[in-house]
T-cell receptor, first 114, second 114 residues
């Protein structure tokens, strides 16, 4: 597709379960970002991948959160032992290169932990 | 370290009157600055960006922003508000020191009244 694709669009999970969120960036985009947006809040940076460089994981809120990206393709964000405070929309974005070009956002995955 | 401050969490204007959304940034390096808009239940969309070219930047839908280094500001303006402008607006800063990761402000909610 032409845009950033995220799946699933909605996910309801029980507290304590693990979830995996997927992001398909735009083809050729070397940079990929994950953000979290709680209801009525701004965007909270989670992790940033740029080409083959080591990812910037400084925004991951705890060791329950991890993310992977293979090359310049799909990324997965995994949340282990989910908690209710993990409920949020998780947004993925990609951009063409590292020099501050426009980032294109997916529609997000709405995660609800019950 | 870089940061961005949106000075108003909520702004309300009447249709047809000017819009001013304020943003201040801090960056030790030549920053790139962006404004993104998020309409209800829609994805994030780039309005405009500044990347060290002209200091007055024109974006989509009649919005523009001026980069003022001496004031470390990048305020977003529009001469005449439309009802369709009602949305959440995010100011974003990016620089070399952060590996060009996008750092979002907390957002300003714009309400347009008839």
């Amino acid at each position: 597709g032409a845009g950033v694709s995220q799946s699933p669009s909605n996910k309801v999970t029980e507290k304590g379960k693990d979830v995996e969120l997927r992001c398909d960036p735009i083809s050729g985009h070397t940079a990929l970002y994950w953000y979290r947006q709680r209801l009525g809040q701004g965007l909270e940076f989670l992790i940033y991948f740029q080409g083959n460089s080591a990812p910037d994981k400084s925004g991951l809120p705890s060791d329950r959160f991890s993310a992977e990206r293979t090359g310049e393709s799909v990324s997965t964000l995994t949340i282990q032992r989910t908690q209710q405070e993990d409920s949020a929309v998780y947004l993925c974005a990609s951009s063409f290169d590292r020099v501050a070009t426009e980032a294109f956002f997916g529609q997000g995955t709405r995660l609800t932990v019950v | 370290a870089q940061s961005v401050t949106q000075l108003d969490s909520h702004v309300s204007v009447s249709e047809g009157t000017p819009v001013l959304l304020r943003c201040n940034y801090s960056s030790s390096y030549s920053p790139s600055l962006f404004w993104y808009v998020q309409h209800p239940n829609k994805g994030l969309q780039l309005l405009l960006k500044y990347t060290s070219a002209a200091t007055l930047v024109k974006g989509i839908n009649g919005f523009e922003a001026e980069f003022k280094k001496s004031e470390t500001s990048f305020h977003l303006t529009k001469p005449s508000a439309h009802m369709s402008d009602a949305a959440e607006y995010f100011c974003v800063v990016s620089d070399w020191n952060s590996g060009y990761a996008l750092n979002f402000g907390k957002g300003t909610s714009l309400l347009v009244t008839p």
